[in-house]
Every structure is written in structure tokens, then in C-alpha cells.
């Protein structure tokens, strides 16, 4: 039962921090033009914000995609996950650790400046980071 309560509490407050969430993809896109789509979702695979219209599908695949990457980093010793991208024919997909408990995914056209999209995504992950985490250490008892 305290489970269920802490849960409900938690998904309160991500629900709060939506609108921050969605104001800090807006940015993100602004900054890097040729992103197709933007999302943020937990570990777990919850969409949190999304700019983007296959969000849930997209966000299902980067958590098992997660689960994939954290097996690699720990069998390999490379410490915890950070990012991980792919590239296809049409374009990029990737996603970075945002804080302690979400993630942001970002889908970008194959002419995108793989740099600038790495830059510019570290920083919008920790901003959405910083946003998820004080969510998830302050939720409101209503």
C-alpha cells in the first residue's frame, strides 16, 4: 500500500514538471534545427514530455535499449551509462542520461552535427535531470 501511495505521489509531481520538461525540449530543438523529435521518459520507459508523435513506442524501446546498454557498460567495466546512439540510413537516434532516474531520447536528421547534438543534448539532460530529481526528492502528499 505505501508503495502504491509513493508511486501516485511521484507520478504527481512528474506531472507538475511537465511543463518545464516540455519548455526545456522546445529549447533543445531551437538549438539543435535538424532534431525530428525530442523526448524525456524514465528509466522504466514512462513518457515524462515529448515532442515527438511516436513517443510511448519510442520511449518502451529506449528503456529495454537502457537495460541493453547498462549490461554492456557493467560486463565491459566501463562505469555507469552516460549515452548511447545509433545511427540508420535516415538519421540519428539518441539518448542520454538525464539526472538519476530519466532519460532523453532525441531522434535528428543525418546531416546533424553529431558534436553539437551531443553538446547541446549533455546540457538540456542535465537541466531536465536536475528538474526530474527535485520532482521526484519533493513530491507533494495531495
Known amino acids: 500500500m505505501r508503495r502504491a501511495l509513493r508511486l501516485r505521489a511521484e507520478r504527481r509531481a512528474l506531472m507538475r514538471a511537465e511543463a518545464d520538461l516540455l519548455a526545456e525540449l522546445k529549447r533543445l530543438r531551437i538549438r539543435v534545427p535538424q532534431l525530428t523529435g525530442a523526448l524525456a521518459a524514465s528509466s522504466e520507459g514512462l513518457v515524462l514530455a515529448a515532442d515527438t508523435e511516436e513517443a510511448e513506442s519510442v520511449a518502451s524501446l529506449t528503456a529495454a535499449a537502457l537495460r541493453a546498454a547498462l549490461r554492456l557498460t557493467e560486463a565491459t567495466g566501463q562505469g ?63
Do not use: C, K, M, W
Open 80 to 142: 555507469g551509462f552516460r549515452e548511447l546512439l545509433v545511427q540508420g540510413e535516415r538519421g540519428y537516434v539518441a539518448t542520454y542520461a538525464a539526472g538519476s532516474s530519466a532519460l532523453l531520447t532525441l531522434l535528428a536528421e543525418p546531416r546533424t552535427n553529431v558534436g553539437r547534438l551531443h553538446l547541446e543534448a549533455r546540457r538540456s539532460g542535465a537541466r531536465i535531470g536536475e528538474l526530474v530529481d527535485g520532482a521526484l526528492d519533493r513530491p507533494e502528499n495531495t
